[in-house]
């Protein structure tokens, strides 16, 4: 069975650019979650999607971020535009939803944003 | 201050010794992950408990709810367990800065 897979591993662009980070969540699995680690911090939760829907938005810095998961598959992180401290690693993770929140969650690989 | 908080921040051990990482924290939590990632970046979770103690392998996790705090144990540590262990919470998705790690051989 495949692992929740991210895209790209790793993105490099200039102050002001756009970004588009995408996750590929394990098979079946409503839940989707996204986390971000700046460099010496620790990790962040960001939002948390259930099936399609915003079951959390709470940890978005501002709304420069955009985060969608249209047909609750695959989800989309926007940042636009970009700029200088949102460099760092960009996890997702996803979880099966059997009515408890806190089930098991498996991360991605990360992708690396590095924005100059 | 961090909500979830890990001890030591830096752990040099020799292959075969005993280690342990601790995580208190300060919120109510449904569930307590251990992460462990990798040079390269990848996050594994290691455990997810929310009471009592779990083993898998060489690795041993445990909570204690009341005091707020758990720990991770490796037994007869080697250098492919090098990695940064990361204590994290569930309730409103709280992480430790982590443990980074290195087995000499």
């Known amino acids: 069975e495949a692992g929740v897979t991210q895209f790209p591993s790793h993105s490099v662009i200039e102050k002001g650019q756009t970004v588009t980070l995408r996750c590929d969540p394990i098979s079946g699995h409503d839940n989707l979650y996204w986390y971000r680690r700046v460099m010496g911090k620790e990790i962040k939760f960001l939002l948390h999607?259930?099936?399609?829907?915003?079951?959390?938005e709470s940890g978005m810095p501002n709304n420069r971020f955009l985060a969608e998961r249209t047909g609750g598959t695959y989800s989309t992180l926007k940042v636009q535009p970009a700029e200088l401290e949102d460099s760092g690693v960009y996890f997702c993770?996803?979880?099966?939803?059997?009515?408890?929140?806190?089930?098991?969650?498996?991360f991605g690989p990360g992708t690396r944003l590095t924005v100059t | 201050k961090n909500e979830v908080e890990q001890s030591p921040q830096n752990l040099t051990a020799q292959e075969g010794e005993f280690i342990t990482i601790n995580c208190s924290y300060s919120v109510g939590i449904s569930a307590l992950h251990w992460l462990q990632q990798h040079p390269g970046g990848g996050i594994v979770s290691l455990f997810m408990?929310?009471?009592g103690k779990k083993k898998h392998g060489r690795l041993i996790a445990t909570i204690n709810i009341q005091e707020k705090h758990s720990s991770l144990h490796i037994t007869a540590s080697h250098p492919r367990d090098s990695a940064v262990y990361i204590c994290?919470?569930?309730?409103?998705?709280?992480f430790g800065t982590g443990t980074s790690l290195t087995v000499i051989p």
């Open positions: 994290a919470v569930w309730s409103q998705f709280y």
């Open positions: 408990l929310s009471s």
């Open positions: 999607f259930v099936k399609e829907s915003k079951q959390d």
């Open positions: 993770a996803s979880s099966q939803a059997v009515g408890v929140r806190s089930y098991e969650q498996y």
